[in-house]
């Protein structure tokens, strides 16, 4: 029987290991095809059938797009407005949730409920009322019309706060008896006890923010407020779509989020880990 149920667990161990893997390669394939791809000349790319690697590597598709597009302008278009709503966001989330899950006031209940509708709202409902909004302040094709409408989030104050519930009121208490202000405790306690969580929301609403299409294609009219999503759809026409500038400006696109996650991966897990433990 002990030889039994050895081996039984080595076969379960093997089958979610290759279940895993499996995941994980599929997962994975759609990356290696885009960055593969990148290296074809179009030729190889549309013909059938269709090959992984390259037989011709070649570099064309990434000249392509510097000598096409405006790509300084769109990637610092980019960064300033994934980056700008990444930090408002996170300042006025962690606030919002630091009230929700810290203090007592009247209503607070009501206010949560709130947060958890508008979380279940789509984003498109409010679109034409907004734009109309943002018409009406002259705030169409600027940073500020891209920017203001996103600095907070209904997902992120709803994460912080649960992550927020999981810290002892200890430390805040024995800090309200040293007669520390509410500002002191949120900045120089809580959310220091709260970088997990900040990181991969910071992660969340950068990578949201960084491969948006809609909200830049609706609110910048031309490429000096017009983001790198919005920019690689100069490369679809409506009938022909040019693949490999694709690929190689989708590659450059990509690499700033991966570079950002391989910087806070451990942080990232530890964050979605703790959430919601309370």
């Keep these: 029987m002990p030889q039994?149920?050895?081996a039984l667990r080595l076969t379960w161990r093997l089958l979610t290991?290759?279940?895993g893997l499996a995941i994980a390669l599929a997962m994975l394939f759609p990356l290696v095809w885009m960055v593969a791809t990148s290296f074809k000349p179009e030729?190889?790319?549309v013909s059938f059938p269709p090959r992984l690697l390259p037989e011709?590597?070649?570099l064309d598709n990434y000249i392509g797009v510097w000598e096409r597009l405006p790509f300084t302008r769109l990637f610092l278009n980019t960064v300033v407005f994934a980056g700008a709503v990444t930090v408002c966001s996170l300042l006025l989330d962690s606030m919002t949730a630091y009230a929700l899950a810290r203090l007592r006031f009247r209503?607070?209940?009501a206010v949560f409920v709130l947060v958890l509708v508008l979380l279940m709202v789509p984003f498109q409902v409010t679109l034409i009322p907004l734009y109309d909004l943002l018409a009406g302040l002259g705030w169409i094709n600027t940073f500020q019309g891209l920017i203001v409408p996103r600095l907070t989030n209904a997902f992120g104050i709803f994460f912080l706060r649960q992550f927020l519930l999981s810290i002892p009121r200890d430390l805040e208490d024995a800090a309200r008896v040293d007669g520390a202000s509410e500002w002191r405790i949120y900045w120089r306690i809580v959310m220091p006890l709260a970088v997990p969580a900040l990181l991969t929301l910071g992660l969340f609403h950068f990578m949201y923010n960084?491969?948006?299409l809609l909200w830049p294609l609706i609110i910048s009219q031309d490429t000096s407020r017009q983001t790198l999503p919005a920019g690689l759809a100069l490369f679809?026409?409506?009938h022909v779509?040019?693949?490999?500038?694709l690929m190689a400006a989708s590659v450059l696109t990509l690499l700033p989020v991966v570079v950002f996650f391989i910087i806070i991966q451990r942080r990232f897990v530890a964050g979605v880990a703790t959430t919601g433990i309370r």
């Design 4 to 6: 039994d149920n050895r």
């Design 17 to 19: 290991a290759a279940t």
């Design 43 to 45: 030729p190889e790319i």
């Design 56 to 58: 011709t590597f070649t």
């Design 107 to 109: 209503g607070k209940g």
């Design 210 to 212: 960084w491969n948006d």
């Design 236 to 238: 679809m026409g409506q």
């Design 241 to 245: 779509v040019e693949y490999g500038p």
